[in-house]
């Protein structure tokens, strides 16, 4: 059993206004964490820093089982979200969560299970490592 779960997801062309919203950003931190039932460690920590480029909203969400973070690219209206967490969780609940708050044109997922001293392992077996894994339902 893997020790936790990663989804990586790279949002583009979202709508613009929604990523420059703090208030849109919190609010859908703590919608998405009661969407993955998970249990939230203090607020939302959301900071508007960065120039040209680089500049736009992070986001910092602490949960029990770890964190969930993003980063809202101003300037292209992207967003780089991660959440990772030893309990597990639907990448499906975060897309259509991400679908409701952002409303991103495309979507690229990535969704790894997390186990210290699993790719030597798998090596070990003539196998690659990230392995990616199906959703959990």
Same mark, same amino acid.
């Given at each position: 059993? #893997?020790?936790? =779960?990663? !989804?990586? !997801?790279? %949002? +583009? &062309? %979202?709508?613009?206004?929604?990523? &420059?919203?703090?208030?849109?950003?919190? @609010?859908?931190?703590?919608?998405?964490?009661?969407?993955?039932?998970?249990? *939230? =460690?203090?607020? *939302?920590?959301?900071?508007?820093f960065g120039s040209g480029n680089k500049a736009g909203y992070t986001l910092v969400q602490l949960?029990?089982? +770890?964190?969930?973070?993003?980063?809202?690219?101003?300037?292209?209206?992207?967003?780089y979200l991660d959440v990772f967490s030893c309990k597990p969780f639907e990448p499906i609940d975060?897309?259509?969560?991400?679908? @409701?708050?952002?409303? *991103?044109?495309?979507? +690229?997922?990535?969704?790894?299970? &997390?186990?210290?001293? =699993? @790719?030597?392992?798998? &090596? +070990?077996?003539?196998?690659? =490592? #990230?392995?990616?894994? *199906?959703? !959990?339902?």
């Amino acid at each position: 059993m #893997p020790w936790g =779960y990663h !989804l990586i !997801l790279d %949002c +583009s &062309r %979202c709508a613009g206004s929604k990523i &420059r919203s703090k208030h849109n950003i919190v @609010a859908f931190a703590k919608h998405l964490v009661k969407k993955i039932d998970m249990i *939230p =460690y203090g607020e *939302p920590q959301v900071q508007h820093f960065g120039s040209g480029n680089k500049a736009g909203y992070t986001l910092v969400q602490l949960i029990e089982t +770890s964190n969930i973070t993003a980063h809202f690219v101003e300037e292209t209206d992207d967003i780089y979200l991660d959440v990772f967490s030893c309990k597990p969780f639907e990448p499906i609940d975060v897309e259509e969560t991400v679908n @409701a708050f952002f409303e *991103p044109k495309t979507k +690229s997922v990535m969704f790894v299970a &997390r186990q210290a001293g =699993y @790719a030597n392992e798998m &090596r +070990s077996k003539g196998m690659h =490592y #990230p392995i990616q894994f *199906p959703q !959990l339902k």
